[in-house]
């Protein structure tokens, strides 16, 4: 079995205290790698390296030469696509089809803000002077980022890009449950010309690595994706350093179907919702709300479909759904199963599958409750696994009190065939990601993040690369004169 190194200041290393911890083939609940359990001390190395690269070079890097980086690194996961995908499936469960899309995406990431590196400028600005007046934009400096465990790799390069492509270093902590693809790539750092120190990868728990790269002084900024908890926790650790804050929290999305809705599409539409990724993911439409006059017929359509989805493991292309990342999080998910068989009907699902060959790996099945009450926990909390929460409403109003009646505002998805309902529903949604007839795509092109307590700050486009920017205003005097004001 393969013990990994991190990657700090250029070297691979082990943790300080030479302590290791095991990373799980959830499918299978066997050990599939151990990595170092990094905490301060190896926070603070890092940290350090990031700064110094940071100040002796990174920061005079042309965005020409960074963006060559940033093309070299997506040509790189285009190389190693295979090893990747089958590393993301073994690692963090999901259908091998839906990995290789998410390291194609990757790629494109990367290509995206290699693009971009070259376009990011300033302004001139039109002050009632004879000055020149400039708005420069520089990158922030060193950038803390602490990776979630339902896009490993993906959710890696929605941070790292945009990162270089503004000019700053990164010291970046994946999920403790899913660090492989990371490291893999990261040995590739090197050829693809970063330099040393301006990526250090450090692997480790919340609490004792997580934590100490919020409260580093040298750290300037963090980007967080992850639970509100968390978040939340991070936010007030920041405050101490003062240090910008990106977060991108949970959610419990609405996918909102009106009876004028294309029938077959809203089925697989509310389907595809909740149960792509296992249902491991933030913008989830965990909240199906159904107009009556479909309500029970679309039930028992997705009913129907959602009895067919085939568990199993990631790698068997049969496969439409995989286990949960982890033990503790199958059992997170289980408990929400029980509470909504108290809280609500189950339609389908509500448990483990029986087969034999799935006792071992962290399965649960797609669940679908209905009549729920949207004041029900399973409609409030954020579950994040295989279930839906099918709640039925009236007319447009009750749709939009209902959709909006939520702590979280990541996205919302709107079906109808009448164009006018679905851009009055667009405008009052209160979420920062809204979909018309469909569920679910994202685009690197395409500002991602949440209104209310689903996070601050936006990822992805121009606005991924402003998070790591700051502008500074810059006065040029013309005129070759004092002041004359003594
Ligand atoms: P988490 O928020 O604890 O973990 C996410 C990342 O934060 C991991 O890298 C973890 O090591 C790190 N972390 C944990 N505690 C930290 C701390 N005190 N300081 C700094 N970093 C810390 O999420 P967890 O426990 O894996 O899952 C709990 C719930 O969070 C899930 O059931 C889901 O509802 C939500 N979640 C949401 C995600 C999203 O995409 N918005 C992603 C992952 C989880
Ligand atoms: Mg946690």
């Given at each position: 079995m393969k013990t990994y190194q991190m990657l700090v200041d250029g070297a691979w290393v082990a943790a300080e205290s030479g302590k290791t911890f095991a990373v799980m083939n959830p499918a299978t609940g066997e050990v599939m790698a151990r990595v170092p359990e990094a905490a301060a001390a190896d926070v603070d190395k890092a940290a350090r390296a990031a700064r110094r690269a940071f100040d002796e070079g990174w920061r005079d890097v042309t965005a020409q030469e960074r963006g060559r980086i940033l093309f070299r690194l997506a040509e790189q996961v285009r190389k190693d696509a295979k090893a990747l995908a089958e590393l993301e499936t073994l690692n963090s469960g999901k259908p091998l089809m839906e990995s290789e899309y998410d390291i194609n995406d990757v790629a494109t990431c990367f290509e995206y803000y290699g693009g971009l590196a070259t376009k990011l400028h300033g302004e001139v600005l039109n002050v009632?002077?004879?000055?020149?007046?400039?708005?420069?934009?520089?990158?922030?400096?060193?950038?803390?980022?602490?990776?979630?465990?339902?896009?490993?790799?993906?959710?890696?390069?929605?941070?790292?890009?945009?990162?270089?492509?503004?000019?700053?270093?990164?010291?970046?902590?994946?999920?403790?449950?899913?660090?492989?693809?990371?490291?893999?790539?990261?040995?590739?750092?090197?050829?693809?010309?970063?330099?040393?120190?301006?990526?250090?990868?450090?692997?480790?728990?919340?609490?004792?690595?997580?934590?100490?790269?919020?409260?580093?002084?040298?750290?300037?900024?963090?980007?967080?994706?992850?639970?509100?908890?968390?978040?939340?926790?991070?936010?007030?650790?920041?405050?101490?350093?003062?240090?910008?804050?990106?977060?991108?929290?949970?959610?419990?999305?609405?996918?909102?179907?009106?009876?004028?809705?294309?029938?077959?599409?809203?089925?697989?539409?509310?389907?595809?919702?909740?149960?792509?990724?296992?249902?491991?993911?933030?913008?989830?439409?965990?909240?199906?709300?159904?107009?009556?006059?479909?309500?029970?017929?679309?039930?028992?359509?997705?009913?129907?479909?959602?009895?067919?989805?085939?568990?199993?493991?990631?790698?068997?292309?049969?496969?439409?759904?995989?286990?949960?990342?982890?033990?503790?999080?199958?059992?997170?998910?289980?408990?929400y199963q029980e509470i909504g068989r108290k809280e609500a009907k189950v339609a389908s699902g509500g448990g483990r599958p029986r087969e034999a060959e799935l006792q071992k790996g962290y399965f649960v099945e797609p669940t679908i409750f209905y009549d729920v009450d949207n004041s029900a926990t399973i409609a409030r909390e954020e579950i994040f696994g295989p279930v839906m929460s099918v709640i039925p409403f009236d007319d447009e109003k009750d749709a939009l009190r209902i959709a909006n009646d939520t702590p979280f505002g990541l996205a919302a998805a709107v079906w109808s065939r009448d164009i006018f309902k679905c851009f009055r529903m667009v405008k009052r949604l209160q979420a920062g990601i809204v979909w018309v007839n469909h569920m679910q795509p994202t685009y690197v092109e395409a500002p991602w993040g949440g209104y209310k307590m689903s996070g601050i700050g936006r990822e992805l486009g121009p606005w991924g690369a402003e998070e790591y920017l700051q502008v500074k205003q810059v006065h040029i005097n013309l005129n070759e004169a004092p002041i004359g004001w003594y």
């Amino acid at each position: 079995m393969k013990t990994y190194q991190m990657l700090v200041d250029g070297a691979w290393v082990a943790a300080e205290s030479g302590k290791t911890f095991a990373v799980m083939n959830p499918a299978t609940g066997e050990v599939m790698a151990r990595v170092p359990e990094a905490a301060a001390a190896d926070v603070d190395k890092a940290a350090r390296a990031a700064r110094r690269a940071f100040d002796e070079g990174w920061r005079d890097v042309t965005a020409q030469e960074r963006g060559r980086i940033l093309f070299r690194l997506a040509e790189q996961v285009r190389k190693d696509a295979k090893a990747l995908a089958e590393l993301e499936t073994l690692n963090s469960g999901k259908p091998l089809m839906e990995s290789e899309y998410d390291i194609n995406d990757v790629a494109t990431c990367f290509e995206y803000y290699g693009g971009l590196a070259t376009k990011l400028h300033g302004e001139v600005l039109n002050v009632p002077d004879n000055a020149l007046s400039l708005a420069l934009r520089e990158p922030l400096g060193v950038a803390g980022q602490i990776i979630p465990w339902n896009y490993p790799l993906l959710m890696a390069a929605w941070k790292i890009a945009p990162a270089l492509c503004a000019g700053c270093t990164v010291v970046i902590k994946p999920a403790e449950q899913t660090p492989l693809t990371l490291l893999e790539l990261a040995r590739s750092f090197e050829t693809c010309g970063v330099p040393k120190g301006v990526v250090n990868v450090i692997t480790g728990f919340g609490e004792a690595a997580g934590a100490p790269l919020v409260a580093h002084p040298a750290v300037d900024k963090i980007a967080f994706t992850g639970s509100v908890e968390v978040g939340k926790r991070i936010m007030r650790s920041a405050a101490d350093t003062l240090k910008k804050v990106s977060l991108e929290l949970g959610g419990k999305s609405p996918n909102i179907f009106f009876a004028d809705a294309d029938f077959e599409s809203a089925v697989d539409g509310a389907l595809f919702g909740v149960f792509v990724n296992q249902g491991e993911v933030c913008s989830a439409g965990s909240r199906v709300l159904i107009q009556r006059p479909i309500y029970r017929k679309m039930l028992d359509a997705m009913v129907e479909k959602a009895k067919r989805i085939k568990l199993g493991s990631g790698m068997d292309p049969a496969t439409k759904m995989g286990p949960l990342v982890s033990k503790e999080h199958m059992e997170r998910v289980m408990r929400y199963q029980e509470i909504g068989r108290k809280e609500a009907k189950v339609a389908s699902g509500g448990g483990r599958p029986r087969e034999a060959e799935l006792q071992k790996g962290y399965f649960v099945e797609p669940t679908i409750f209905y009549d729920v009450d949207n004041s029900a926990t399973i409609a409030r909390e954020e579950i994040f696994g295989p279930v839906m929460s099918v709640i039925p409403f009236d007319d447009e109003k009750d749709a939009l009190r209902i959709a909006n009646d939520t702590p979280f505002g990541l996205a919302a998805a709107v079906w109808s065939r009448d164009i006018f309902k679905c851009f009055r529903m667009v405008k009052r949604l209160q979420a920062g990601i809204v979909w018309v007839n469909h569920m679910q795509p994202t685009y690197v092109e395409a500002p991602w993040g949440g209104y209310k307590m689903s996070g601050i700050g936006r990822e992805l486009g121009p606005w991924g690369a402003e998070e790591y920017l700051q502008v500074k205003q810059v006065h040029i005097n013309l005129n070759e004169a004092p002041i004359g004001w003594y």
